[in-house]
C-alpha cells in the first residue's frame, strides 16, 4: 500500500487498503498534516495499533484514528482481527508515514493476513 501527495492546499484523502474486513485511508489535510484511518463493516472487531488505542468492540460505526495529524515521521504496527468468532481473520500491518519529503505526504507499508 502506498499513498503520496503534493499537498495544493486542497484535503485529499485516498484509500490504502481494503483487506480482510479492515479498510485504511490516509488523508493529507492542511499544513501537510497526514491522518491514518481504519474502520471495518464487521461488529465486535479488535484493532490496536503501536501508536494509538486499542479498542476491543471496534465496529461499523467507528473510525479508528491510527495516525494523527499532530504525528509527522511514523513507523507504526497495527493488528486487526475481524470479529466475533471469524477464524483466519488476523490482518497485520507495517507502515510507515512522513510528512515534507519530496511529496508533501506519503505512507506505505505492508498488510498480511492470517
Known amino acids: ?48 495499533s503501536s501508536i494509538g488505542a486499542k479498542d476491543a468492540d471496534f465496529g461499523p460505526d467507528e473510525n479508528h484514528d491510527v495516525m494523527s495529524m499532530s504525528d509527522d515521521n511514523v513507523v507504526g504496527t497495527l493488528v486487526y482481527h475481524r470479529g466475533p468468532n471469524v ?15 519530496s511529496y508533501d505526504c506519503v505512507v506505505f507499508g505492508i498488510a498480511t493476513q492470517e
Not at 87 to 101: D, I, P
Open 87 to 101: 477464524f483466519g481473520q488476523t490482518v497485520t500491518v507495517h507502515w510507515h508515514a512522513f510528512e515534507n519529503v
Open 1 to 48: 500500500m502506498t499513498f503520496r501527495t503534493d499537498q495544493t492546499g486542497t484535503i485529499v484523502t485516498t484509500l490504502l487498503s481494503n483487506f480482510g474486513g479492515l479498510t485504511l485511508k490516509a488523508t493529507c489535510g492542511a499544513g501537510n498534516d497526514i491522518e491514518l484511518i481504519a474502520s471495518t463493516p464487521w461488529l465486535g472487531s479488535y484493532i490496536a
